[in-house]
């Protein structure tokens, strides 16, 4: 009997896992997404073309880390909605006759190390808490 009570708590763990781990995961998420924004911002810096660039980058989380992950994702990048959104966008991305300047792009390459950095440490964390 001894054995199946260690078998239930340990099933019990398990389960607790992803519920602790998705706090973290999230945090990780928000942290890669707000070092994305801020570099795009930075390149944005100081442009005299596009004084207001850098207000124009933002990044919103989408989705649940509740007690299961339901999928939790950022948009990070121009903000149609803020002074000169639009025209960041078309910087960025560029027009048949101009290249784009391709800074959001090199953000999310930057940034990418650190992102799978994040996401180990946060399930390390996530397990840790459900102690396993």
Excluded: C, W
């Excluded at 001894?2 to 990780?28: K, V």
Aim: proline residues 3%.
């Amino acid at each position: 009997m001894a054995s199946d009570n260690g078998l239930n708590e340990l099933a019990h763990t398990i389960e607790e896992a992803p519920r602790e781990t998705a706090r973290f995961l999230r945090a990780a998420i928000e942290v890669t997404a707000r070092n994305i924004k801020d570099q795009i911002s930075n390149d944005y810096s100081g442009s005299r073309g596009l004084p207001h660039a850098r207000g124009a980058i933002s990044y919103d989380l989408h989705g649940t880390t509740g007690q299961v992950l339901g999928g939790i994702s950022a948009e990070i990048g121009n903000d149609l909605g803020r002074s000169q959104g639009a025209v960041v966008g078309i910087v960025d991305k560029g027009t048949r006759n101009a290249p784009g300047k391709n800074r959001i792009p090199k953000a999310l390459v930057d940034n990418e190390e650190d992102f799978q950095t994040g996401i180990r440490k946060a399930v390390a964390d996530g397990l840790a808490a459900a102690g396993l």
